[in-house]
């Protein structure tokens, strides 16, 4: 157990609706990330925290996709009008910042399927 | 070309046997992750390297950054040990954050 929690573990939606996740990392991750992975391809960087701020975004991510961090503690991600290409997993990932970079803890990812 | 690409990418085995999981990178990086995910999604950190070699009970992990290489050995494979290896890259510099992954490697340890 890696002690970064993520809700819900599954998620069945029809395209067009939109659709929320929550990521918990532990209280010492100053770093949030998200990244998503599709079947057989390893996962993808979406977009990343540090604290409250969201310091990156990837291209993958589009207008439809939005994330925060309020608090610089749990993080959401929102999918906007979801699409079926949308379907994959989501995965969190916390990093404590002490120096250099150093190692992500990954939640068990929520899987998106967009009907 | 993706910067990062792992070989092979399954990987049958006899339980006892000696494996060895390869990645290679085309990027400067600030450190290179080793990763085990079990199905069902849950993805677990094995190593991370800047150079040298780091061994834990049977899995070693080795880098050559000249080479922009890595290898993860198991010894004494079992077939607890079946899940996808996943190598994956930390850039340098103003990059050093976010990490680059490799497809995975499928390993299966039959009894």
């Known amino acids: 157990d890696t002690g970064v929690s993520q809700n819900p573990r599954h998620k069945i939606t029809k395209r067009g609706q939109n659709v929320t996740f929550r990521c918990d990392p532990i209280?010492?991750?100053?770093?949030l990330y998200w990244y998503r992975q599709t079947l057989g391809q390893g996962p993808e960087f979406l977009t990343y925290f540090q604290n409250e701020a969201q310091l990156e975004k990837s291209r993958l991510l589009s207008d439809r996709f939005s994330a925060e961090r309020p608090k610089g503690s749990f993080s959401t991600l929102e999918i906007q009008r979801t699409e079926q290409g949308d379907s994959a997993m989501y995965l969190c990932?916390?990093?404590?910042?002490?120096?250099?970079?150093?190692?992500?803890?990954f939640g068990p990812g929520t899987r998106l399927t967009v009907l | 070309k993706n910067e990062v690409e792992q070989s092979p990418q399954n990987l049958t085995a006899q339980e006892g046997e000696f494996i060895t999981i390869n990645c290679s990178y085309s990027?400067?990086?600030?450190?290179l992750h080793w990763l085990q995910q079990h199905p069902g999604g849950g993805i677990v950190s094995l190593f991370m390297l800047s150079s040298g070699k780091k061994k834990h009970g049977r899995l070693i992990a080795t880098i050559n950054i000249q080479e922009k290489h890595s290898s993860l050995h198991i010894t004494a494979s079992h077939p607890r040990d079946s899940a996808v290896y996943i190598c994956a890259v930390r850039g340098s510099g103003g990059s050093n954050y976010k990490l680059t992954f490799g497809k995975g490697t499928l390993l299966t340890v039959n009894p």
């Open positions: 209280s010492e991750h100053n770093r």
């Open positions: 990027v400067g990086i600030s450190a």
């Open positions: 990932a916390g990093e404590g910042v002490s120096g250099g970079p150093g190692e992500q803890f």
